[in-house]
């Protein structure tokens, strides 16, 4: 069965590596690619669409990602490993590196918690251990202490830096075709919403959707 998967290339930014997490914004946003985050696949359940941009880059040692999202609704109540950040102000990327079944999934809120594991579908994950955890960078323009839900008009970013071998990949200055999706999320906010960049087609949300993977090419 053939689906409209996106596509998108990755630049190399080596420097990225020698510059603080929070600093690299403006290089990204100038020399990085930049996508949304607004596939509504089920508008009838989730109407709800906060405006979700990310721009990525790589270097030889990691995949950088800065998500940007307006929203309504500010929620941070988990803030340790591996606990249910989806409910919360969420962003996720999920990347499978290699032509295989095994993905990955980074699920982070918006104070920099995360939940991660591998596995080959929903069931039967590996959580990554908190070694693995701590070997993904991460800055929160909100800070890390967390908080119950507040209602206003809110704008934030999440950076992250995903390690090449964590995931199992060496960068040796050639293309790494690899497949994933980037997600935005809140299941426990008094606006639910389940947004995926590359577009899923099932009938109710679940990102565990390897099938509805785009393309991701490391350049």
């Not at 930014?13 to 996508?35: C, F, V």
């Not at 950088?64 to 609704?73: G, I």
């Not at 389940?194 to 099938?211: E, G, M, R, V, Y």
Request: negative net charge; aromatic residues 12%; hydrophobic residues 35%.
């Amino acid at each position: 069965m053939e689906h409209n998967n996106k596509s998108l290339r990755v630049p190399l930014i080596e420097e990225l590596d020698s510059m603080p997490l929070e600093q690299i914004d403006n290089i990204l946003d100038e020399k990085g690619a930049r996508r949304t985050i607004e596939s509504l696949n089920w508008p009838d359940e989730y109407p709800y669409h906060p405006l979700t941009v990310f721009t990525i880059a790589h270097s030889s040692k990691y995949i950088y990602v800065d998500f940007f999202v307006r929203c309504n609704y500010l929620r941070a109540v988990n803030y340790e490993n591996h606990s249910p950040v989806c409910q919360d102000s969420c962003v996720e990327f999920f990347i499978s590196p290699k032509a295989d079944e095994r993905y990955w999934n980074l699920e982070f809120n918006c104070i920099g918690a995360i939940n991660a594991s591998t596995r080959t579908e929903r069931h039967n994950p590996r959580r990554l251990t908190d070694e693995e955890l701590d070997s993904v960078k991460r800055w929160a323009s909100c800070g890390n202490r967390p908080f119950q839900e507040v209602e206003g008009l809110f704008a934030w970013n999440l950076i992250i830096a995903v390690p090449l071998e964590l995931l199992g990949v060496e960068y040796k200055g050639e293309p790494i075709a690899m497949k994933g999706n980037f997600y935005k999320c809140a299941s426990g906010c008094s606006q639910p919403h389940f947004l995926s960049w590359s577009p899923i087609d099932t009938p109710h949300p679940d990102f565990h959707q390897p099938a509805f993977f785009g393309d991701i090419i490391l350049e």
